[in-house]
């Protein structure tokens, strides 16, 4: 079941430049989505949502842009240092019941050279 | 910062053997979830728990599984018969009233199954 699809595993850039991650879904019933980073040996670490409400959530160096029609939402880094450098995940959620769970893609590893 | 606390930070069990996954919370928290992360696979939710009832659970959350909050700051993961497929990262994540600022997951523990 891929409701949450980011088809890009690995993403390598250079120190100073931009990283766009990308994440693509398919339940139309997701009305918040949100970016986490996790390192190796720790728990996904919350970076930035968006509600479906809005099209674009600016914080510091990170943008998430959200495109509804083509249900599909991206991750931007700016400038990119090398500690970005980990495995990003892009999670929704959709209201159901009193709490939310969230659908997780399988992630990508974002490379930051120096 | 608050942070959700887990322990143990890896357990090895034999197979058929009960364990006990440990969290805490952060203490102004409402919901409360279980998510796993089996090697190489997407994270995955299990539970979620509100108002000291569950409030929803996937179909990995089998009969197998439990939750409990036992005295208002700990959460716990209950498997009572282990098997070789319960090896995985499981995550406790915790949220307030607004998902505006994500979940926060504590560092996981990583349950060996042999």
């Known amino acids: 079941d891929q409701q949450v699809k980011q088809n890009s595993p690995s993403l390598s850039v250079q120190e100073g430049r931009i990283s766009i991650l990308n994440c693509d879904y398919t339940?139309?019933?997701?009305?918040?989505f949100l970016w986490y980073k996790k390192y190796p040996a720790e728990g996904p670490t919350f970076l930035i949502s968006?509600?479906?409400?809005?099209d674009k959530n600016e914080d510091g160096r990170f943008t998430v842009f959200l495109n509804k029609s083509a249900k599909h939402l991206s991750l931007h880094i700016v400038p990119s240092q090398p500690g970005d450098s980990a495995v990003y995940f892009c999670a929704a959620s959709a209201r159901s019941g009193s709490a939310r769970q969230l659908t997780f893609g399988s992630g990508t590893q974002l490379t930051v050279l120096p | 910062e608050p942070e959700v606390t887990q322990t143990p930070s890896h357990q090895v069990t034999q197979m058929g053997q009960e364990v006990i996954l440990r969290c805490v919370p952060i203490s102004n928290h409402l919901y409360f979830y279980w998510y796993r992360q089996i090697l190489g696979q997407k994270v995955e939710f299990l539970v979620s728990f509100y108002n000291n009832e569950i409030s929803e659970k996937s179909e990995i959350f089998d009969d197998q599984f439990s939750v409990e909050r036992p005295d208002g700051s700990n959460f716990t993961l209950k498997i009572r018969s282990t098997k070789l497929e319960d090896s995985a990262m499981y995550f406790c994540a915790s949220t307030g009233s607004s998902l505006n600022y994500g979940y926060t997951f504590g560092s996981g523990t990583r349950l060996t199954v042999v």
């Open positions: 968006i509600s479906s409400i809005k």
């Open positions: 339940n139309s019933m997701f009305d918040y």
